[in-house]
């Protein structure tokens, strides 16, 4: 169940998170971790044009298979297979004698893209062939701010004994780690013959089905296939190699939970002393001290560049000042009164005038 879950999950849904190593602190990082995984591939494939009637073309693709697609013709009142995912028991460029691996299925992704033309014709389809198998991927995994960070540094895909035609053996041993990841020569990675066969077996065969496409009443462009699982391939054959990777990282999150084998290694804990900066929660208190320090710089600027001395920018500076008599008096008759003052010669314009000896004196006009 595990294995259909990750596989449903990695043809349909775009994103799929691995599985987390514990980390209490919040700051982690580990060694480069080996561990067995699924990888995958896809490429362009060639095919031909056999025959051709009104309605449908038959091809044959380049690793023998003979399928049928619907012309533009047919769309107009038929149902005639505009995608088709087929198992192929070899592959053509992945075919089991050209590499030293373990290969859990091949498949072809043949028909029209997910978004056709209306002028779609019959030279127009894309072939793809896919390949899935079992291989060793090196994983470099940190936790960085609690958030956990993982990459595929390396993968090994070799067998040893290299595997032979008949691919029956009670176990499959891939080859020996280098020494930068195994230093005592002690790990060694194993599928077990009947794990490999019952896979054989699921994921074979689960990469078939049939979408159809033909136009509606109304013009628009219509859709029909065989299940979920037939819509996500359609949509993975625009960015297939996209959609393979997504697809084998589904399946090695579930390969890697369901090992019960647990390794010795690097399984204490080690902790470093370290100071962890979080700019972010400095950026406001060191932007209002840079802004205070270039308000300041235009300030002076601003001064130095005035006609007007500085001193006269104080308002300590009117304390020194003289105001004619005549003002003095007006002003009397608002002493008593709140913003008396203000109100008696709040709006008297006044000029600015030195006497004898320097005395800075404000004159009524």
Not at 262 to 268: E, N
Not at 336 to 356: C, D, E, F, R, Y
Request: aromatic content about 12%; proline content about 4%; overall charge negative.
């Amino acid at each position: 169940m595990e294995i259909a879950a990750a596989t449903y999950s990695g043809t349909v849904a775009d994103d799929h998170l691995p599985p987390h190593a514990q980390c209490s602190v919040g700051e982690c990082t580990w060694p480069p971790t080996p561990s067995l995984a699924i990888c995958g591939a896809c490429e362009r494939s060639n095919f031909a044009i056999d025959t051709c009637s009104e309605n449908s073309c038959n091809y044959t693709l380049a690793s023998g298979l003979m399928v049928l697609l619907g012309t533009n013709a047919a769309y107009e009142n038929s149902l005639i297979p505009g995608f088709q995912a087929v198992s192929s028991p070899d592959g053509h460029i992945f075919n089991h004698t050209f590499f030293n691996r373990l290969f859990i299925a091949h498949f072809e992704l043949f028909g029209v893209p997910y978004h056709p033309s209306v002028t779609f014709n019959a030279s127009s389809a894309i072939n793809t062939e896919c390949a899935l198998w079992f291989c060793m991927n090196v994983y470099n995994a940190s936790v960085e701010s609690n958030e956990y960070h993982e990459a595929i540094l390396s993968s090994f895909h070799d067998l040893d004994p290299p595997l032979t035609d008949d691919r029956i053996r009670s176990e499959f041993h891939f080859s020996s780690l280098p020494s930068s990841l195994d230093a005592d020569n002690q790990t060694h990675f194993t599928v077990q013959g009947d794990s490999f066969s019952d896979m054989l077996d699921f994921i074979g065969n689960f990469f078939e089905g049939t979408a159809s496409l033909w136009k509606g009443d109304k013009g628009a462009w219509v859709r029909g296939y065989d299940s979920a699982l037939v819509l996500g391939m359609w949509k993975g054959s625009e960015d297939p190699e996209g959609w393979i990777t997504g697809l084998a990282g589904s399946l090695s999150n579930t390969v890697r939970s369901m090992n019960p084998i647990s390794r010795s290694q690097y399984q204490g804990t080690s902790y470093e002393l370290s100071i962890v900066i979080r700019w972010t929660w400095l950026v406001f208190p060191i932007a209002l001290i840079l802004s205070t320090f270039v308000l300041l710089v235009l300030v002076i600027l601003r001064t130095a560049s005035s006609q007007v001395a500085s001193w006269k920018g104080d308002p300590l500076a009117l304390l020194l000042f003289e105001v004619d008599e005549r003002t003095k008096h007006v002003a009397g008759y608002g002493i008593g009164n709140a913003q008396g003052i203000l109100k008696s010669i709040g709006n008297k314009t006044v000029t600015m005038t030195q006497g004898n000896g320097g005395l800075i004196k404000f004159k009524a006009c």
